[in-house]
């Protein structure tokens, strides 16, 4: 393990992360509000970047994957710690525990939050709350990336480490290059969001958080009844639309600006995607009809829901804590989906549930014909051994991690319903699950144990499981070890 590598990256992260706070330090200005909270994390922040660069300025930089994964972690962790410090110093989330959770909820895009009156909040720490969904979304070290400096030597460990999918891809043969056009195509994405919000007269403060909520795939409302509390046939669509947008692999948007539309059609995973959502809204709308009365309006709630479930959002426009048995099952398996990969949204990714069953195929085939080969395919191309074999790992570890944590959260004493969607809904990064942790409730009845178990889960599931795992592994930090 070279430390020296690790500390860099995390002191380069620090100090974009002073920067950083200086954005919601200004819409509190702008609101008179109190900045001492966000002077605390700014000092803590810009501290942590000098020490990091003190001890490590004459040092030898290399890096493996080993020091990307470790890097892009305990980034992850720094930017938690540390972004609660301005919840806690102004003393609207008075408990570290809780200000820590509702900070890895909004880094991770979970939108799984503790607060009872969220209406009460300041607007400065509204704005830093959602913003963090942003930030998370396509991730913090891809911005680093994408604005600073940044050797080719170790800038694919990074990003193989932090953006979501089985296989992380350059747009162009520059990862820097890359990085920077996911982030143009982000922030165009995210304006026109607001714009269109605005014209649904929807306050401006009140559009960009949501934009940013919805960006992040994150979920992070400022209403208790969420985007239900604007009643809005426009709003509902709008944001609906866009979350499902952010859903995409980001790659597909640059086939479009290269003017390949057609390869966005052949794309399997995309049709699968919006084969799925159509399927979902349309068999939760029949089942829904009679609490709303018609098909159009059980539609318009149906449409909503499951494009905040499958991106992994987490918004809420009606309590689907009521709706009946079979819709809330189906939620949860969207739950457990999630969007696509190389997007901003959490789950398992449809790109790998696609792979799992060819591979599942596949095998049915070599029983068959045990002398044959059959590969497993995905749009023509046939898919390395290596990346099947990641892909089952992934799904076995989220499969017995999620077990695990709901073993864990069992001693809790609550409903079987309540704690196993809390550790799905946590692990997937969605934000609300059901029973006692519904769209209309929160987290707050947890101990502070299994707010952090359940903090673990959001870490692990918008990381994709192996970079935590990693910080636990002897072999991670022996400086002999190559991998």
């Not at 330090?25 to 000092?43: N, P, T």
């Not at 960009?208 to 509902?236: C, Q, R």
């Not at 992994?312 to 819709?327: E, K, V, Y």
Request: proline share 3%; glycine share 8%.
């Amino acid at each position: 393990m070279n430390y020296s590598m690790v500390f860099r990256i995390v002191g380069r992260i620090s100090g974009m992360l002073a920067v950083i706070l200086l954005i919601p330090s200004a819409v509190s200005l702008i609101y008179k509000e109190s900045i001492r909270g966000f002077a605390a994390a700014i000092l803590i922040s810009a501290a942590l970047c000098v020490f990091c660069h003190f001890i490590t300025r004459n040092k030898t930089i290399r890096m493996f994957s080993k020091e990307g994964f470790a890097s892009v972690a305990l980034s992850w962790i720094m930017l938690s710690l540390i972004g609660a410090v301005p919840f806690v110093v102004e003393g609207e989330i008075p408990s570290y525990i809780d200000a820590l959770f509702e900070t890895i909820s909004g880094f991770t895009t979970t939108g799984a939050s503790i607060l009872k009156d969220v209406e009460s909040m300041s607007r400065g720490l509204l704005f830093w709350r959602s913003f963090t969904h942003w930030i998370g979304g396509m991730g913090i070290l891809v911005l680093m990336m994408a604005v600073l400096p940044t050797s080719e030597q170790y800038s694919m460990y990074i990003m193989r480490a932090e953006v979501p999918g089985h296989e992380a891809g350059k747009l162009v043969p520059k990862v820097q290059n890359s990085s920077l056009i996911l982030y143009l195509i982000y922030v165009f994405l995210t304006l026109l969001e607001i714009v269109l919000l605005l014209f649904g007269d929807m306050p401006l403060f009140d559009s960009v958080v949501h934009a940013f909520g919805t960006a992040g795939t994150g979920g992070f409302g400022i209403k208790a009844a969420s985007v239900g509390a604007y009643n809005s046939a426009y709003i509902d669509i709008v944001i609906s639309v866009f979350m499902l947008l952010f859903g995409i692999n980001f790659n597909l948007y640059f086939l479009l600006l290269m003017k390949k539309a057609g390869a966005v059609i052949r794309n399997e995973e995309f049709r699968l995607y919006v084969l799925i959502v159509a399927a979902s809204t349309l068999l939760i709308a029949v089942n829904i009809m009679s609490i709303y009365g018609d098909f159009i309006t059980a539609l318009r709630y149906s449409f909503f829901q499951v494009s905040s479930i499958i991106t992994t959002t987490g918004f809420a426009t009606a309590d689907f804590n009521l709706w009946p048995q079979f819709s809330k099952v189906l939620l949860v398996l969207l739950m457990m989906i999630g969007a696509c990969s190389g997007s901003t949204a959490g789950g398992i990714k449809v790109s790998r549930v696609l792979i799992l069953f060819r591979a599942g195929n596949s095998e049915i085939k070599h029983m068959l014909r045990p002398n044959s080969y059959c590969s497993v395919q995905l749009n023509g191309k046939r898919v390395d051994r290596r990346v099947v074999h990641g892909v089952l790992v992934f799904f076995l570890l989220y499969m017995l991690i999620t077990l695990a944590c709901v073993l864990a959260l069992s001693l809790e004493n609550y409903d079987a319903e309540t704690i196993f969607t809390s550790v799905i809904t946590c692990i997937s990064n969605v934000g609300p699950g059901l029973g006692l942790a519904g769209p209309v409730e929160n987290f707050a009845f947890y101990s502070d144990a299994s707010k952090l178990l359940l903090s673990l889960c959001m870490l692990m599931g918008r990381l994709e499981i192996f970079p935590i795992l990693m910080l636990f592994s002897p072999n991670t930090w022996k400086r002999s070890s190559r991998f």
